[in-house]
């Protein structure tokens, strides 16, 4: 070993699949042709950086969309009230023109007046997006902040009780909705029953139009981890789209449906402070299956 001829220590760090660690393991030298080495365990810096890591590129991600998205209605904004200024400039004209003939000005403003209606009515649908977006942006920096509990949770009860609180809207869409019996999980019941309030809301929502909302709600015990799948028959989501579809803002179909283009990254935000994880299967005009993944427990 270079380190027991050369004197010069080494340093490096190592993953052992295996074991599943970090090691950090230091080289030194004890004098001519002896060497010590000195392996530190460091899986619980790895794993924090690449949480840091994660987190600033989703906060990079939440500022790039945030800054595009706020842009377009601004950029409206900007082009409109130019517009009313245009409108001000003729109106001024109009009057200095015909101030000695006083009858024709009223004809003369009808068109301005229909330009001033149309900027305005631009002006103020570009201030409502911008608001709603940032009302989003709130909302997701609210969940990034919100205090967690590390509880059991029963998921059948919470689901049920969540079930119960989305009758209207269930009804409304005429859906139905089929829950089997589920594992018990380690996370934040209110957390929790925010990220499938959302994943439901959206089974109904997205369902296909030659047939009635049924979502199936199911899970298994894997490897410690409580698996829940909520499985729908609706439209179903290209295989291209299933991965942007968690990303800020981001809408398959504006016009389709109501929404904010929110709800997935919520999900995914939440599950990501609580340890957990979400991926989709789907076909298109089949329907879709999103998988969670919590910390297993129990069951009572
Ligand atoms: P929103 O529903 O407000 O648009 P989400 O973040 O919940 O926002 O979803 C993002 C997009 O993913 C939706 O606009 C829709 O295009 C697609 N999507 C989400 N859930 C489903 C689903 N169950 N089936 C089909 N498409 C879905």
Redesign the pocket.
């Known amino acids: 070993m270079d380190v027991a001829i050369t004197g010069i220590p080494f340093y490096f760090d190592t993953y052992f699949p295996s074991m599943k660690k970090y090691f950090s393991i230091s080289v030194v030298s004890l004098g001519l042709n002896r060497f010590a080495t000195v392996t530190t365990d460091i899986t619980n810096i790895k794993q924090a950086e690449q949480i840091i890591a994660a987190k600033n590129k989703e906060l990079e991600q939440i500022v790039c969309v945030a800054s595009h998205d706020l842009r377009s209605p601004l950029v409206n904004v900007e082009g409109y009230s130019q517009e009313l200024g245009f409108v001000f400039d003729d109106l001024r004209s109009i009057m200095e023109d015909l101030k000695d003939e006083p009858d024709k000005i009223i004809p003369a403003l009808e068109g301005l007046l229909a330009e001033i209606t149309d900027s305005l009515t631009h002006i103020r649908l570009s201030v409502r997006q911008m608001d709603a977006l940032l009302k989003g942006l709130l909302t997701l920096s609210r969940v990034g902040r919100a205090a967690l509990k590390h509880e059991k949770v029963n998921m059948g009860l919470l689901l049920q009780r969540l079930i119960a609180s989305m009758d209207y809207q269930i009804h409304k869409l005429d859906g139905q909705l089929e829950v089997s019996v589920l594992p018990y999980c380690w996370s934040d019941s209110v957390q929790i029953s925010q990220v499938f309030s959302?994943l439901i809301g959206?089974?109904l929502?997205?369902s296909h139009p030659e047939r009635k909302p049924l979502v199936k709600i199911y899970g298994f015990s894997d490897n410690g981890k409580s698996k829940y799948v909520v499985e729908?028959n609706?439209?179903?989501?290209d295989k291209e789209h299933q991965e942007i579809?968690f990303e800020l803002f981001?809408?398959?179909?504006p016009t389709a449906?109501e929404?904010?283009?929110?709800?997935?990254?919520i999900v995914k935000q939440i599950l990501f402070r609580l340890d957990g994880s979400i991926t989709v299967e789907?076909e298109v005009g089949e329907g879709?299956r999103?998988i969670v993944t919590l910390q297993g427990a129990e069951n009572d």
């Open positions: 959302n959206n089974a929502k997205y729908d609706g439209i179903g989501i579809i981001h809408r398959l179909d449906k929404g904010d283009g929110l709800g997935l990254t789907s879709s999103f």
